[in-house]
């Protein structure tokens, strides 16, 4: 089976092509074309700038994914159209969708919705060889991105429970919000990272210790607005030849990115000792960070042992085509040939 697949969620126009075989997953292509640095000088995403650039996008992404599946493996045109229907933002989700719609009209093929967070976690099993992912199962998955920070108890492929959300900022909004405190490009994720690895010695004079929101709590739900807050007023608090120094900089960037951290792997833990669960999933944007996947692993080891964890591939936590394109193969039963019937849910749950 061929797939084709479409993500145009947020600000990334991505389709990507995969070849299903035998139980077997080959990722013919799988492009991306982003726009950060349209968006960089906004500190964040423009729905309607993104939408404009999605439409823009769209046919020479197609051609060039199209291009490279075909040097890899001859086809005339794909069995199934997957396609991102939500969560997201709604102009972005429904440039795509109409998209998907046309290609689905134009070659006479089914087309699958998909949940965008479901693609997230099947992230996991692009580079795993069986499909049979229902021994992986039951596991506690832990979703981190710029809109999202869930985590959700997965008995089987389709049964779902969010056992635990943040109340407010995600934890990438949250990366996002402080690094323009300190000053540093968006996204705030990658940028925090970076500066928190500058820092080789501690100063004692910007010694820096934040909260960490919810860390205690008896639920598994996060908090990270108050983060910020608590970031803010350090930095205001601070004169202006110490808030601009490089140490200071790097010392609050390490100190956010491992309060984030801190609670992140508190919380997983906590639920999976409490579902007792050992097969822990990671997905989103933010499971990028090295340091964050470094720490997990040592404390995973450390307090739940001979327990599986799954992080995907750098490539493929952030927004990409492939993962939707795993997520609408597994969902096939839900393809529709009358496709103008599918619409859009950019508060969609899983």
């Known amino acids: 089976m061929i797939i084709l697949s479409i993500d145009t969620s947020c600000d990334d126009t991505c389709i990507a092509i995969l070849k299903i075989e035998k139980k077997k997953i080959k990722v013919l292509s799988n492009i991306i074309s982003s726009q950060v640095d349209i968006h960089k000088k906004y500190g964040g995403v423009y729905p309607s700038l993104a939408k404009r650039e999605h439409e823009k996008n769209l046919v020479p992404v197609l051609k060039q994914a199209l291009q490279k599946a075909q040097n890899k493996k001859k086809f005339k045109k794909p069995d199934?159209?997957?396609?991102?229907?939500?969560?997201?933002?709604?102009?972005?989700?429904?440039?795509?969708?109409?998209?998907?719609?046309?290609?689905?009209?134009?070659?006479?093929?089914?087309?699958?919705?998909?949940?965008?967070?479901?693609?997230?976690?099947?992230?996991?099993?692009?580079?795993?060889?069986?499909?049979?992912?229902?021994?992986?199962?039951?596991?506690?998955?832990?979703?981190?991105?710029?809109?999202?920070?869930?985590?959700?108890?997965?008995?089987?492929?389709?049964?779902y429970k969010i056992i635990g959300e943040t109340r407010d900022d995600a934890a990438g909004e949250c990366f996002d919000k402080t690094a323009r405190i300190l000053g540093l490009a968006y996204p705030g994720g990658p940028s925090i990272a970076q500066e928190a690895e500058k820092l080789l010695i501690s100063d004692s004079q910007i010694a820096i210790k934040l909260p960490r929101p919810m860390i205690y709590s008896k639920d598994y739900d996060f908090s990270f607005s108050g983060l910020k807050t608590a970031v803010l007023y350090d930095y205001k608090k601070r004169s202006k030849k110490i808030r601009t120094s490089q140490k200071y900089i790097s010392a609050m960037a390490k100190e956010i990115q491992q309060t984030i951290i801190d609670v992140l792997i508190k919380k997983t833990i906590k639920a999976a000792k409490d579902y007792k669960i050992k097969n822990i999933i990671l997905g989103g944007g933010v499971i990028a960070n090295k340091e964050l996947q470094k720490q997990f692993k040592e404390k995973i080891k450390k307090e739940i042992p001979n327990s599986l964890l799954l992080i995907p591939d750098s490539n493929l936590c952030t927004d990409n085509a492939a993962m939707i394109g795993i997520a609408g193969y597994l969902n096939k039963n839900k393809a529709l040939k009358d496709a103008q019937k599918i619409k859009v849910n950019s508060n969609l749950r899983i």
């Open 80 to 159: 199934l159209i997957a396609v991102t229907i939500g969560p997201g933002l709604d102009p972005c989700l429904w440039v795509g969708l109409n998209f998907a719609k046309s290609l689905s009209l134009v070659w006479d093929i089914p087309l699958v919705p998909v949940n965008h967070i479901e693609g997230h976690i099947f992230a996991n099993f692009l580079s795993k060889i069986n499909l049979n992912f229902q021994k992986l199962l039951p596991a506690i998955c832990l979703i981190v991105s710029g809109g999202h920070t869930q985590l959700i108890l997965i008995k089987k492929i389709g049964n």
